[in-house]
């Protein structure tokens, strides 16, 4: 009598219910796997998509069974969720693997020492666009961040709820949105205006990507100023610290980890921009280290040139611009690497 009472109660409570092993989910995964590839032949994307809703229908409907409704739809949101994210990593990985396998073959040392200078066909390199994207897109950086930064202080800090506070707002969700080539466009009819038509030079691309720029840094940095504790700013200001000095001194510091990364989400934003940098910095095959002078070359102008028109053979311009794409991707990368270590180094410690 007691055993059926302790049954009948450990099945009306989910809490005491069953418990799939920790293996049976690679099980699952393992016998999914296999049932995708029966029904789904050699076609990649038939088979997963078939393994995919078996693995997720059977261990729903074994978890229902052994583990009760709650714990089978808890499996089951996990599992959606699960599937989500490596659909989300496949474009990135398929992008990552394609650039690798076709740029790899380039990218050599004359690839980053040599320019298109009097080259036609094999050999050359990508030096001068190199150099090109590392000086606008530094230049837009060195007048994106101030600015930004300066804005997103005054309307965390300082704007409340006036009405200069919600303009700036409202046309920084606005610059937020503006096609790329708009900006580009504008950079090139300012330095019209300012030094005369048919100026095409690397501040003019610089000015170009931080019209793109200022309005991430500013959102980005807003938002981490807001999620600062205000007792921090109140335990400073009851110790008789300036307002301006309390930003300084605490509030920057406590927010600056995500601040770096929002600065380094702005540059990647911006570094991969073509159409912009096509009307404002123009092309050139050679050198230039002036960015007030003459046209300058950019990576990813230099990627659209080599691969939208090839000279005869194409094969080589191909293949420099697959190169010059994963030196791209390699620059991002390490743009990421450089913040992730700047926001560690400066990050406030935890307390012992």
Known sequence: MSVTT??????????????LPRWAPWAGLGLALIVGLVFGGMKVAASTLIAAAVFVVGMHVLSLYVEGRRRANDRLAQHIVYGMFMLALVPLVWVSWIAVKNGLARLDAPFFTYSMRNIVGEGGGA????YGTLYVTGIATAISVPIGLLTAIYLA??????KLAKGITFFVDVMTGIPS???GLFAYALMALLFGPG??????GAIALSVLMIPVVVRSVEELLRIVPNELREAAYALGVPKWKTILSIVIPTAISGIVSGVILAIARVIGETAPLMVAAGFTQSLNNNPTQGQMMTLPVFVYDSYAHPGIPRQPYWDRAWAGALTLILIVMLLNLIGRVIAARFAPKAGR
């Open 157 to 162: 800090e300082y704007g409340g709820n006036s």
């Open 199 to 204: 100026t095409v030079n690397g501040i003019g």
């Open 181 to 183: 080539i708009v900006a």
């Open 127 to 130: 030096a001068h666009a190199i």
């Open 6 to 19: 302790n049954s009948s109660s450990k099945a009306l409570n989910p809490l005491k219910a069953g418990q």
